[in-house]
């Protein structure tokens, strides 16, 4: 009878290990951080997707994302170019706090070392972190031995891993970069780049237009690397220059690496895309995928990617426990720098959508962009109006993981999980946006600051408007999407209002 009753006992203590087993394993997998995923497409305009309206491109992989998470309909990058938007993402400061600019080709690390990082932040969370794709911040202290380690950059910004196009695929040198050293180079054919003056034998556009696949302006016109002309003059490095064909697969194949190596801890991995910004060479497998030439082609390459690539998360089972941002870092632009066709070959679309400006401009358009966030299983599909930036992710993911910023940590982020999520719809009471000038939006309203600034060559080179005015500019919305009626003088006491809280960001550090 005792051994019957032990034989019981036991199998009630197997049962009760066993089921605080997997309560443990429930309870782990519940409370185990997600996985971020970035994906930052380059010049992608808020009408460029189907799912925003597009109809003469299909993006069913971007419009999955769309339609199964929080589509934002007044979702913003923090600038009307690439560079300063990306500052604004990774550290949550204002790129004018910087003086960021576009940067050129040979351009020092333009994050301090020592200034807290998006992914800095989320790696002492126990997150392990990547950067593939564009980089555009500047590396090194200036005087690059592209031949050597590369450094400071990525790695001394909070990256664990690293996979770049250093600059842009417009700018010399035309290299992939990986951690610290040129993927693929021959020592005994160095390379040498100069933004001043030729260096080497190599062709470029201006002197010999026959070579090109297509024309560039002269800014664009110097060393020729795969039939296209670039900014800047770069010799040697044969083996190691990249096709731009096949920039995208690389990224994809270490995204997936990547992926597979850190499944079973959390992951951050900021993928950023080269594609829609020029010169536009999607792979074949892509041309003539619409009727808008290479840039719309660039547009279903882009889909392609992003879908392969979520595709992948789904396959080994992390799609559940995996939140994807996906958006852009400016506005679009047709005429780039390169006769491409795609200004002659537009037809009916329409790149910003309703919204004036394009990439460059201080009008709506240079700012508003596709704004999507999905995690399936946990946030429910919805469409939000509710007004967001990119500056606020940095203090947004700080909150999901219980990371409390430090008095100077991400300055102008300002958490808002809740409203990412799409469990509220209150966005921001204001919210910047940098071109030539500042611009504040206020509900309904636009307030674009007053400069004596007028850079020519946005309107003569790329027949865009700046958007910029000696006088204040003041915009409703609410009637006026397209910002043709000027209502300032109309509004004294409101402007008065706005022209004070750009003021107060100016002089403040901190604004959250």
Known sequence: MSNFRTDVEMKQLTIFILSMMML?????????????VIIYVDDLGYGDLSSYGATEVNTPNVDKLANGGVKFTDGHCSAATCTPSRYS???GRYAFRKDAAVLPGDAPLLISTDRATLPGMLKQNGYNTAVIGKWHLGLGNGDVDWNGKVAPGPLEIGFDYSYLIPSTGDRVPSVMLENHHVVGLDQEDPIEISYKKKVGTDPTGIENPELLRYPSDKFHGKTIVNGVSRIGYMSGGNSARFRDETVPYQMLHKARTFIDEHQEEPFF?????????VPRLPDARFQGATDMGVRGDAIVQMDYITGALVSHLEKRGLSDNTIIVFSSDNGPVLDDGYTDESVERLGKHQPAGPYRGNK???????????????????IEARESDALVTQTDLYASFAELVGHELDATEAPDSKAMWSTFAGESFEGREYLLEESVTLALRHGQYKYIHPTKK?????KLEKNI??????EAQLFDLSNDVGEQENIASKNKKLLKKLQKEIERIQNNEVTR
Do not use: C, M
Request: overall charge neutral.
């Open 24 to 36: 443990s394993i429930v309870s782990f997998a519940q409370n185990k951080k997600p996985n971020i």
């Open 454 to 458: 007028n850079p020519s060559w946005i």
């Open 89 to 91: 993402l990774l550290t």
């Open 360 to 378: 460059y401009s201080a009008y709506e358009a240079g700012t508003r962009v596709p704004t999507i966030v999905y995690w399936p299983g946990t």
């Open 269 to 277: 991995l900021y993928f950023a895309f080269h594609d829609i910004h």
């Open 465 to 470: 408007e700046a958007g910029v005015s000696t």
